[in-house]
């Protein structure tokens, strides 16, 4: 929020001065990005890229994330912003963006030509930078920017334990995982692990259950104060933790093991289903490249409904609005998510494509990964988000009850009145 504010005052400044950004070489686009894992396949396709047409393309790294966001946000202030770059924040703020004149609108061009862009990209993918009509950032509807990979997050399961505990079929229903469970222990296995010491994953899990138990449009309810969260259907979503708690699921000292070290027991063979990302396809081959695993959906609560886990743009780009080189950036980005440019990335990175015709050129694990993707939802397309506060309350709730020291109706009360708190102070 204080970089908002910062960015915020910053336009307000520029607005006011009526400064232009710079004329820039013709022949030239420059990119900014963060993204270290895929930075030498990006400066290859630059070079081709340059053989190609002509252009050359400065390639600027700055990483870790959070550095590459306070130099966005100090060049958005300054209005140098590059011909590309990518925004590593929440919608609002890339709203705030888009309204500010930094970030140009894709929409004619993913429409031209019978939607051939617009097609060929995961759609989910494509919400990530999509603003709808009626929007509650009051951002003009359109398509802002372009996908480069997509991301979901799923349960990833170890054949081999599995086998060991006499299981042979993957469970598709929370009974059946329960059953799941119970194998896993006479064998001495542990069944679950997941990097629970993070908020995110927490509020992640939970949410994939809240959607499948309850539907998006009661969830949406809770958030606006229609629903309270001592509604029935959220005592059944932390519940859940409860229950695998008291069956033996977890490993031990999960509530504090961040997902680095989970991904460690994962890799190793400690537990035999864990709640990943689709970036674990690479951290497993490096920790275990002979890992046998497989990926699935979360096992179901509610059968009628699809587990919807979050996913959809891994990581998207889009192209300043005051660039003298505008038409050319957007080419190049047309350029960069063609099908043969994807298939590249992926190939190299190990990375789902955003582009869906690229599919051919990923591995039978992340394939696993990419039939799920159409399943996807993601608090950054969500037509609004729960206050950080209640969200903070939540998930710290549901460690305390997978430790023991709290149960469902008492997390649910809590949750309930940190809520209503947030309401009052927003209504004044």
Known sequence: ?????????????????????????????????????????FATLARQYEEQTGIKIKLELFAPSDTYTQKITAAAQANVLPDL????????????????????????????????????????????MRFSAGNIDEVKPGIYGAPLDVTNIQMVYNKELLKKAGITRVPATFDDFLAAIDALKRVGVAPFVSGFGEMWIVDCFASNYAFNI?????????FR??????????VKVLTIFKTL???????????TKGNKYAEQDFALGRAAFAFNGSWCVNVYRDMNPDLDYGVASLPAMDQSRPVRSWGGAGSSLVVNGNSSNKDKAIAFLKWLTAKEQQAYFAETTNNLPANRDAGTAISPVLAEFSRLVEHTTHPSIWPLNEDPLVIEAFDKGIQAIIIGDKTPVEIAEQVQSVKERQMKKAAK
């Open 85 to 128: 770059y990518g925004i590593l924040d929440k919608k609002s703020i890339v709203g705030a963006f888009i309204k500010a004149g930094l970030v140009a609108d894709l929409t004619a061009d993913f429409e031209a030509n019978n939607a051939a862009w617009e097609k060929a990209m995961y759609p989910k993918a494509l919400d990530v």
């Open 245 to 255: 708690a008291d069956r033996g699921a977890f490993i031990d000292g999960i509530v």
């Open 1 to 41: 929020m204080k970089r908002f504010l910062t960015f915020l005052c910053g336009t307000v400044l520029l607005a006011a001065s009526g400064c232009g950004q710079a004329s820039k070489p013709a022949n030239q686009i420059e990119v900014w990005h963060w993204m270290t894992d895929r930075h030498e396949a």
């Open 214 to 222: 309850m539907g998006q449009d009661k969830v949406m309810a809770t």
């Open 225 to 234: 104060g229609e629903v309270k969260y001592t509604d029935p259907d959220w």
